[in-house]
């Protein structure tokens, strides 16, 4: 029987934690500190164990039958590797959890903290540091690190008194718990003075777009970690649905949900048969439908869309209320989809429904009813087939 371990300790580990236990799948969850486990409620199904463990340590855990879910931090190099390796000694199937980067657009990126903290020496103003307490005793290297330096960490008793051992005055330190909105770090930079803010590429659920946005306002620079290295994995929905698989739980339907289009963007990427077909049936429901590809059908009207003759971009997204990813290219299609996702927009893949955060569906009209209708992925030919009949009866 397959057995599923999962390593947290970040929000998307947390997240899908509730979604395993919400589907009655059992997993063992490895957090490294007593605040992890605080954070994380009870839930049927999931069982916590608090402690760092060694390599040695995680091997006894698994054995060949077992799924592990990496979900620690992407900055956690050391335990993913050790992870990794336990899998490789134990037979045990290795998945990562990835957390996407965001867009760092005028942000100075330097590879690690011990460049951070070169630049800091050399760079004068106050700092709003909000890289965790982990390493925070390498930035007492810099020259009147008590003064400059507003360390944002979280509010234990171990962290605290870190902070204090290292040397920062209590009115230095920032002890808080996030996520943080874009007025809190506007407060905070304000509060502290702040002319740099130090991150990490936190992506999404880190909070990374608010501290951008807030540094962006005051008028500040940022001066961002990179990850160590650039990882391939799952995202938390593609995890989700992996699991799933993995447990032999069907997945839930997709909600049928009828919203109006009338003025909203539509964004469709390509313009082939596929693309042709959707713009039909979104014209008779009033979007506003803009199109990028380089070449278009003869079989689309210009006079009717946006049309842009170009490559996709991703800012081609921008304000999109739906997006359509329909070229004859796979990576393209991926690209959208993960941009899509990354942004929250709903977006239709045409040739991978996985990917797809909203199925288009087949639409059936008459006597005043409309009717949609999408497979749940086991035969496709029977939506035309009962589109067909149900459109008889409608007409």
């Not at 060694?54 to 091997?59: H, Q």
């Not at 050391?78 to 760092?104: D, F, H, M, W």
């Not at 946005?213 to 961002?224: D, F, H, N, P, T």
Request: with cysteine; charged share 20%; net charge negative.
């Amino acid at each position: 029987m397959k057995q599923l371990l999962i390593f947290s300790g970040t929000t998307e580990g947390h997240s899908l934690c509730r979604f395993l236990s919400s589907h009655s799948i059992p997993a063992h969850v490895y957090v490294a500190t007593a605040y992890g486990e605080a954070v994380m409620e009870k839930m049927p199904g999931i069982t916590i164990h608090t402690g760092r463990l060694s390599y040695t340590e995680m091997a006894q855990q698994m054995h060949e039958n077992c799924v592990v879910v990496d979900a620690t931090h992407p900055y956690a190099s050391e335990v993913t590797e050790n992870i990794k390796s336990a899998c490789a000694a134990s037979g045990a199937q290795y998945l990562r959890l990835v957390r996407p980067a965001q867009s760092s657009d005028g942000v100075h990126i330097v590879p690690d903290t011990e460049a951070a903290v070169q630049w800091l020496c050399q760079t004068p103003g106050k700092v709003l540091l909000t890289t965790g307490s982990k390493e925070l005793d390498a930035y007492t290297a810099i020259p009147d690190y008590q003064q400059r330096l507003y360390p944002r960490v979280l509010p234990t008793a171990e962290v605290l008194q870190k902070c204090t051992a290292l040397g920062f005055p209590g009115a230095s330190i920032l002890a808080m718990q996030g996520p943080f909105s874009h007025e809190m770090n506007v407060a905070l930079l304000h509060k502290t003075g702040a002319s740099i803010l130090v991150t990490k590429d936190t992506g999404k659920s880190g909070g990374f777009a608010e501290k951008l946005s807030a540094a962006r306002e005051v008028g500040i620079q940022v001066l961002m970690i990179a990850r160590p290295v650039s990882e391939e994995g799952f995202t938390l929905e593609e995890m989700q649905q992996k699991l799933l698989a993995e447990f032999d739980v069907q997945k839930p339907p997709r909600f049928p949900l009828f919203v109006s289009l009338l003025g909203k963007k539509v964004v469709i990427i390509g313009a082939g048969a596929i693309a042709a077909r959707r713009i039909g049936v979104l014209q008779k429901f009033g979007a506003d439908i803009h199109v990028i590809a380089p070449e278009i059908s003869q079989n689309i009207d210009l006079s009717k869309i946006c049309y842009q003759a170009r490559s996709f971009q991703p800012e081609d997204i921008n304000g999109a209320f739906l997006v359509i990813a329909a070229t004859n290219d796979r990576t393209v299609n991926h690209e959208v989809a993960a941009i899509c996702k990354q942004h929250e927009i709903p977006v239709s893949v045409a040739d991978c429904a996985e990917e797809s955060t909203f199925y288009f569906p087949a639409i059936c009209e008459g006597n005043g009813l409309i009717a949609g209708l999408v497979s749940d992925g086991s035969d496709h030919h029977a939506v035309s087939r009962t589109a067909k009949k149900i459109r008889e009866i409608l007409e």
